[in-house]
């Protein structure tokens, strides 16, 4: 009964059929992973998949909730590959404090053979 108060209230946070620009903002407040998943879910059905903000914004809040997964997939499906430095960058990081994790080498050496003298700021 909690768990399903909790679902709708943060259901009742994202409003029917919401404009991109309601999304970003929903985005830029970083939510829970649950209410993000329907944020997400709400860029799909809308198609604005293409857009390069909305998927940063995706990005950036699934790395924030420790979700690599998600991130992994929409920075692997990024609308304009390559995706910017910044996202490689924030990627990378989430990827290397993971112990015994090979990703963050593997994606140096990806960025590497994709962009010529890229800048990964440091810790």
Request: aromatic share 8%.
């Amino acid at each position: 009964f909690i768990a399903s108060r909790s679902f709708c209230s943060l259901k009742s946070n994202i409003p029917t059929n919401p404009n991109p620009k309601t999304l970003n903002q929903l985005l830029n407040q970083r939510p829970p992973l649950l209410q993000l998943k329907q944020v997400h879910a709400q860029v799909i059905t809308q198609s604005l998949s293409s857009y390069s903000i909305m998927i940063d914004s995706l990005i950036h809040c699934y790395l924030s909730t420790n979700s690599l997964s998600f991130a992994r997939t929409l920075f692997d499906q990024y609308p304009d590959y390559p995706p910017p430095i910044l996202l490689w960058n924030l990627v990378i990081r989430s990827y290397s404090k993971l112990q015994n994790s090979p990703e963050p080498i593997y994606l140096v050496r990806q960025l590497n053979a994709i962009k010529e003298n890229p800048l990964i700021a440091p810790d």
